[in-house]
């Protein structure tokens, strides 16, 4: 079964809109982690963010930030002031602490972001 | 370098064929993953190594995936008798530590497989 899930297939904006990309995950563990990652066209997978289940406080990072909310098993990320330089898809993962989820992260199917000038 | 360097950065194969993709993890990182990406996908988790111990290989389709890491270091993933299906991304990550549920896990290129 998907534990996490991305419903925006694709995004496209203009530059200087904010970008918000929805994800939605699911577990059993009360201990995770939870992160975004950004890949461009040339396939590698860059860290942006992690967050863990205990520290829902709500953080802003450059043009980045992100919303988690327990309740609603929600991670949101959102890019403010958009560029064309945003231009990629975008993961939400999961890692799960419990011993054969050790490593093991679990990825969205990604969302795609196109910024146009 | 710095990062994660997979070669090679494609690969063509006939189906039928052995193939071996290497990674070469960032200098001194004790855990190395592999994923498996289809077109349009997100990664899926293949296998985990810590050090030279491979402690996770539930992610291997089937019995023609072999993934080794002899040394601790460089890890080669071999695909047996390739078959169509195979045609993916594979990508290899690294991390500093043995924490690996916590830590970002660092991302190469990938190779770009393609089974004919």
């Known amino acids: 079964a998907q534990k996490v899930t991305q419903a925006q297939t694709e995004i496209s904006v203009v530059e200087k809109e904010d970008v918000t990309l929805d994800c939605v995950y699911e577990?059993?563990?009360?201990?995770?982690?939870l992160f975004w990652y950004k890949q461009p066209p040339s396939g590698e997978l860059v860290f942006l963010i992690r967050r863990n289940s205990f520290d829902e406080q709500n953080e802003i990072s450059g043009r980045y930030s992100w919303n988690f909310q327990k309740s609603t098993s929600s991670f949101n990320f959102t890019i403010t002031a958009s560029q064309v330089v945003d231009s990629a898809v975008y993961f939400c993962?999961?890692?799960?602490?419990?011993?054969?989820?050790?490593?093991?992260?679990?990825f969205g199917a990604g969302t795609q972001v196109v910024v146009t000038p | 370098g710095a990062g994660v360097s997979q070669s090679p950065r494609y690969k063509v194969a006939k189906r039928g064929q052995d193939v071996a993709l290497r990674c070469d993890p960032i200098?001194?990182?004790?855990?190395l993953f592999w994923y498996q990406q289809a077109l349009g996908q997100g990664p899926e988790f293949l296998t985990y190594f810590q050090n030279e111990a491979q402690l996770d290989k539930s992610g291997l389709p089937s019995d023609r995936f072999f993934a080794e890491r002899p040394e601790g270091s460089v890890s080669t993933l071999k695909i047996q008798r390739t078959q169509q299906e195979d045609s993916a991304v594979y990508l290899c990550?690294?991390?500093?530590?043995?924490?690996?549920?916590?830590?970002?896990?660092?991302f190469g290129d990938g190779t770009r497989l393609s089974i004919l």
């Open positions: 200098s001194g990182h004790v855990s």
């Open positions: 990550a690294s991390s500093p530590g043995t924490g690996g549920w916590h830590q970002p896990q660092h």
């Open positions: 993962a999961l890692s799960e602490g419990t011993t054969d989820s050790w490593g093991k992260f679990q």
């Open positions: 577990t059993r563990d009360t201990t995770y982690y």
